[in-house]
């Protein structure tokens, strides 16, 4: 299975809104409504931001939001704050009954 | 509030077995909305998905990784497994486990562990 594909890098200035993209196929992204989103500051282990597309988990910001349009899944940050800074990772349930991540998207506040 | 925490050995010789293992705390491995996950992530790159097992047993594995890689479970310790034979340099990697719950979503991950391949 290929990994999703995501832009290396987004930036934005504090209070800004960002969006990043993760594209995959008809067996993954496009296929299923089981699109998360996680955040991954230096040395720490990821957490999840959004599920299930659009979903937030309990105690994750209302400026984290997600969408879905054929094959490509999106985050979008509204209000860019300093917090935001860190390293952003889409994942997708496949038709094989597995599940892939994107490369990872580098967020930098200017 | 569940947790899980992952142990290795830390350095595994090219060629040889990777063994890690997870333990869950604050809840029952053997929950029916819970898959058990492997994810590494190689110095400086993107995450990658291992596998994950269900308490009952059943797999499913990453398909680059299907020749090489077995995940067990030990519900009597609440602890699942990782086995990763013939191990090269490309194997070194910090290796988290963390559940799948009925969010479809990774909603708790260990801390993680750096598993090194060097003679």
């Known amino acids: 299975q290929s990994a999703l594909t995501q832009p290396a890098s987004v930036s934005g200035s504090p209070g800004q809104s960002i969006t990043i993209s993760c594209t995959g196929t008809g067996s993954d992204v496009g296929g299923y409504n089981y699109v998360s989103w996680y955040q991954q500051h230096p040395g720490q282990a990821p957490q999840v931001m959004i599920y299930d597309v659009t979903h937030r988990p309990s105690g994750v910001s209302d400026r984290f939001s997600g969408s879905k349009s054929g094959n490509t899944a999106s985050l979008t940050i509204s209000g860019l704050q300093a917090g935001d800074e860190a390293d952003y990772y889409c994942s997708s349930y496949t038709r094989s009954s597995t599940w892939v991540f994107g490369g990872g998207t580098k967020v930098t506040i200017l | 509030q569940v947790q899980l925490q992952e142990s290795g050995p830390g350095v595994v010789k090219p060629s040889q077995t990777l063994s890690l293992t997870c333990t869950v705390f604050?809840?029952?491995?053997?929950?029916?909305?819970?898959?058990w996950t492997w994810i590494r992530q190689a110095p400086g790159k993107g995450l990658e998905w291992i596998g994950y097992i269900y308490y009952s047993g059943r797999t499913y594995y990453n398909p680059s990784l299907l020749s090489r890689v077995s995940i067990s479970v030990d519900t009597s310790q609440n602890q699942f497994s990782l086995r990763l034979t013939s191990v090269t340099a490309a194997d070194t990697a910090v290796y988290y486990c963390?559940?799948?719950?009925?969010?479809?979503?990774?909603?708790?991950w260990g801390q993680g562990t750096m598993l090194s391949v060097s003679s």
């Open positions: 963390a559940r799948k719950s009925y969010l479809n979503a990774y909603d708790y």
């Open positions: 604050g809840g029952s491995i053997s929950r029916s909305d819970s898959y």
